[in-house]
T-cell receptor, first 112, second 120 residues
Framework: AQRVTQPEKLLSVFKGAPVELKCNYSYSGSPELFWYVQYSRQRLQLLLRHISRESIKGFTADLNKGETSFHLKKPFAQEEDSAMYYCALSGNSGGSNYKLTFGKGTLLTVNP | DTAVSQTPKYLVTQMGNDKSIKCEQNLGHDTMYWYKQDSKKFLKIMFSYNNKELIINETVPNRFSPKSPDKAHLNLHINSLELGDSAVYFC???????????????????FGPGTRLTVT
C-alpha cells in the first residue's frame, strides 16, 4: 500500500519567515513524489516534483529515502504563498497501474 | 482557452436523484481521472481512464459510473444520490507515463476547476 502523511493541517507563519511543510510517505517501491498547490479560487496545480530537482517560486523539496520524507521548504515566505499544499506520491501498490495518492493537505497562511 | 473543463460548476440536488458531471480536456492527453475532495479537503482518486479504457477503479460504490466516449471526455454519472456524496469532484488529465533511462516516470496531472455537489 502507498500512503502519504502530512502531519500539519494548518501552518501559519509571518512574511519573511522560513517555512517548511512536512511530508512523509510509505511505499515499497521507488517513489515518485510531487507537491501540488491550490491557491484561493484557483484549480489544483503542480508546484514541483522530486525528479526535476528545481526550485519553483522559491520552494524546494528534497527526497530523503532514509527518512521517507519529501518536505517542502522556502527560506522567506511571501503572502502570496498562502494556499493549500498537497504532497502526492505516484505508485502502483504492487499492481500494474499507477495512481496518485495525496496527503490530507496543509493550509499555509502567511501573515503580513 | 481552458485546458480541463467541468460542467456544471455547482450542483444541488435531492437524495435519490441521478445526476451527471461532464469533463473535457483539450490537451491531447491519453489519461483522465476523477477525484473526490471531501469536506475536510481530503483528495482521493476514484477512477482513471487511459485511451477510453478503465484502468483504475478504487473502492467506489457502483452507483458511480464513469463513461469515456472519447479520449477527450470523461463523464461521471451518479445514481441514487446519497447525503455522503456531497463533495467537490475534480476531473484531471495527463499524458501517459514516460520512460527515461529505463525508469518510468509520471507526467503532471492537470486539474479541472471542480464541481461542488450538494445533496439535500
Amino acid at each position: 500500500a502507498q500512503r502519504v502523511t502530512q502531519p500539519e493541517k494548518l501552518l501559519s507563519v509571518f512574511k519573511g519567515a522560513p517555512v517548511e511543510l512536512k511530508c512523509n510517505y510509505s511505499y515499497s517501491g521507488s517513489p515518485e513524489l510531487f507537491w501540488y498547490v491550490q491557491y484561493s479560487r484557483q484549480r489544483l496545480q503542480l508546484l514541483l516534483r522530486h525528479i526535476s530537482r528545481e526550485s519553483i517560486k522559491g520552494f524546494t523539496a528534497d527526497l530523503n529515502k532514509g527518512e521517507t520524507s519529501f518536505h517542502l521548504k522556502k527560506p522567506f515566505a511571501q503572502e502570496e504563498d498562502s494556499a493549500m499544499y498537497y504532497c502526492a506520491l505516484s505508485g502502483n501498490s504492487g499492481g500494474s497501474n499507477y495512481k496518485l495518492t495525496f496527503g490530507k493537505g496543509t493550509l499555509l497562511t502567511v501573515n503580513p | 482557452d481552458t485546458a480541463v473543463s467541468q460542467t456544471p460548476k455547482y450542483l444541488v440536488t435531492q437524495m435519490g436523484n441521478d445526476k451527471s458531471i461532464k469533463c473535457e480536456q483539450n490537451l491531447g492527453h491519453d489519461t483522465m481521472y476523477w477525484y473526490k475532495q471531501d469536506s475536510k479537503k481530503f483528495l482521493k482518486i476514484m477512477f482513471s481512464y487511459n485511451n477510453k479504457e478503465l484502468i483504475i477503479n478504487e473502492t467506489v460504490p457502483n452507483r458511480f459510473s464513469p463513461k469515456s466516449p472519447d479520449k477527450a471526455h470523461l463523464n461521471l454519472h451518479i445514481n441514487s444520490l446519497e447525503l455522503g456524496d456531497s463533495a467537490v469532484y475534480f476531473c484531471a488529465s495527463s499524458q501517459e507515463h514516460g520512460l527515461a533511462g529505463g525508469f518510468r516516470f509520471s507526467y503532471e496531472q492537470y486539474f479541472g476547476p471542480g464541481t461542488r455537489l450538494t445533496v439535500t
